[in-house]
Nanobody, 126 residues
Framework: QVQLVESGGGSVQAGGSLRLSCRTS????????MGWFRQAPGKEREGVAS????????NYADSVKGRFTISHDDAKNALYLQMSSLKPEDTAIYYC???????????????????WGQGTQVTVSS
């Protein structure tokens, strides 16, 4: 059973930055799609970004392109999300997720991910 633990959430003013981390309990470099999702109150969970750990191929939601960067550290079994130029609409609970398959065109379909973290709150004030 793979365990994912997020950290790094918090409160920040608009225009600020935060870096989210997600540590995994298992070696994931070989072949895994890892993603960040978020869910705001009253809204559906949406895909933010994904990365193929075998080759660092990435995907981003249009709403975060140019502001967020997803990365993976093989040695630390860790997934990161560097968030810059944050906006109030980025406020949500952020989750990391993992599935042992290619990300593909459905990388933002939360239903295809097998393992999930508990989530970390990000609050951006105007």
């Amino acid at each position: 059973q793979v365990q994912l633990v997020e950290s790094g959430g918090g409160s920040v003013q608009a225009g600020g930055s935060l870096r989210l981390s997600c540590r995994t309990s298992e070696y994931t470099t070989s072949a895994a799609c890892m993603g960040w999702f978020r869910q705001a109150p009253g809204k559906e969970r949406e895909g933010v970004a994904s990365i193929w750990t075998g080759g660092s191929y990435t995907n981003y939601a249009d709403s975060v392109k140019g502001r967020f960067t997803i990365s993976h550290d093989d040695a630390k079994n860790a997934l990161y999300l560097q968030m810059s130029s944050l906006k109030p609409e980025d406020t949500a609970i952020y989750y990391c997720a993992l599935v042992f398959q290619w990300c593909g065109s459905s990388w933002d379909d939360w239903g295809q991910y097998t393992y999930w973290g508990q989530g970390t709150q990000v609050t951006v004030s105007s």
